[in-house]
T-cell receptor
Framework: KNQVEQSPQSLIILEGKNCTLQ??????????LRWYKQDTGRGPVSLTI?????NTKSNGRYTATLDADTKQSSLHITASQLSDSASYIC???????????FGRGTSLIVHP | SAVISQKPSRDICQRGTSLTIQCQVD?????MFWYRQQPGQSLTLIAT?????????ESGFVIDKFPISRPNLTFSTLTVSNMSPEDSSIYLC????????FGSGTQLSVL
């Protein structure tokens, strides 16, 4: 069964600090992995998308890594801002399927 | 990229009533998806809506409870029928282009 596990479930950090969120998956065959940011009560917004051949991709202060061998991904947030407070969702798609598998998300709170 | 307008953004409803959620896409798309996100949970696919055919429902979701319309390639509606407090969730429409795009969500509370 395809699964996506994220950790930690929640995280509280001080403004300006860095943090790293983790995603482990068992989706097969792997097609791509996406990280989304979801503000409270809103729809998810795409941050990065990575395919099998990519191991790092950046979007401003967000850097995603992918290790397809160990089936792990991380999202690193640099110099956090209050506006980074949100849920971060890891989404993995299998080849041949248009229905991705969603993680439960990591809830990030950035305190001033 | 695709821009999806979803409404209403939120609503508070009485049990036993129905709510219809609308999604308008700024480009033609073959497949639209409807998701439910219960508090603290991941997104769960309700159904896939193709234009000109009946929606395909995932296990645990039925047409009588969640009727879907897809009259053309840019528009779809999801109705939550005979609501109960257990239907309180965020409902999201989505389309698949070069990436998965989501509407802004409808936060539904059923009293």
């Amino acid at each position: 069964k395809n699964q996506v596990e994220q950790s930690p479930q929640s995280l509280i950090i001080l403004e300006g600090k860095n943090c790293t969120l983790q995603c482990n998956y068992t989706v097969s065959p792997f097609s791509n992995l996406r990280w989304y940011k979801q503000d409270t009560g809103r729809g998810p917004v795409s941050l990065t998308i990575m395919t099998f051949s990519e191991n790092t991709k950046s979007n401003g202060r967000y850097t995603a890594t992918l290790d397809a061998d160990t089936k792990q991904s991380s999202l690193h947030i640099t110099a956090s801002q209050l506006s980074d407070s949100a849920s971060y969702i890891c989404v993995v798609s299998a080849g041949g399927s248009y229905i991705p598998t969603f993680g439960r998300g990591t809830s990030l709170i950035v305190h001033p | 990229s695709a821009v999806i307008s979803q409404k209403p953004s939120r609503d508070i409803c009485q049990r036993g009533t129905s709510l219809t959620i609308q999604c308008q896409v700024d480009s033609q798309v073959t497949m639209m998806f409807w998701y439910r996100q219960q508090p603290g949970q991941s997104l769960t696919l309700i159904a896939t809506a193709n234009q000109g055919s009946e929606a395909t429902y995932e296990s645990g979701f039925v047409i009588d409870k969640f009727p879907i319309s897809r009259p053309n390639l840019t528009f779809s509606t999801l109705t939550v029928s005979n609501m109960s407090p257990e239907d309180s969730s965020i409902y999201l429409c989505s389309v698949l282009g070069e990436k998965l795009f989501f509407g802004s969500g409808t936060q539904l509370s059923v009293l």
